[in-house]
Nanobody
Framework: QVQLVESGGGLVQAGGSLRLSCAASGRTFNRDNMGWFRQAPGKEREFVAAISWNSWGWSTNYADSVKGRFTISRDNAKNMVYLQMNSLKPEDTMVYYC????????????WGKGTLVTVSS
C-alpha cells in the first residue's frame, strides 16, 4: 500500500526558511512525477511544485507565486521528495501536501495527509 508522509512544517517568521520532506513507501517511484500542493482554510488546493521525468531527464516546474523562492528535489534511493522554502511570506501559511502522479496517469494518484506551515509577520 502506497503511503506518503510529510514532515518539516512548523512556525517561522516572515523571511525565514523551512524544508519539507515527504517519505514515500509501498513501492518505488523512480519514474513517477512527485509534487507539492497546498491549501488554505476554505480555499481550493493549489499546485506548488513538481518534479517530473522526461526523456531528457528530470525537470521541475513551479507556481508563479513560489518561483525563485521554493525548490523541489528528490532522492530516489531514499524514496524522498523535498521542498526547500526560502523567503517565506505570511501568505504561504497553508497545509502542504505531497503527491505522486503515477507514470502515464493524468491525475495525482496518491496524497499525504499534509503538514502545516505557519508564517508569522
Amino acid at each position: 500500500q502506497v503511503q506518503l508522509v510529510e514532515s518539516g512544517g512548523g512556525l517561522v517568521q516572515a523571511g525565514g526558511s523551512l524544508r519539507l520532506s515527504c517519505a514515500a513507501s509501498g513501492r518505488t517511484f523512480n519514474r513517477d512525477n512527485m509534487g507539492w500542493f497546498r491549501q488554505a482554510p476554505g480555499k481550493e488546493r493549489e499546485f506548488v511544485a513538481a518534479i517530473s521525468w522526461n526523456s531528457w531527464g528530470w525537470s521541475t516546474n513551479y507556481a508563479d507565486s513560489v518561483k525563485g523562492r521554493f525548490t523541489i528535489s528528490r532522492d530516489n534511493a531514499k524514496n524522498m521528495v523535498y521542498l526547500q522554502m526560502n523567503s517565506l511570506k505570511p501568505e504561504d501559511t497553508m497545509v502542504y501536501y505531497c503527491a505522486v502522479q503515477t507514470r502515464g496517469s493524468n491525475r495525482w494518484d496518491y496524497w499525504g495527509k499534509g503538514t502545516l506551515v505557519t508564517v508569522s509577520s
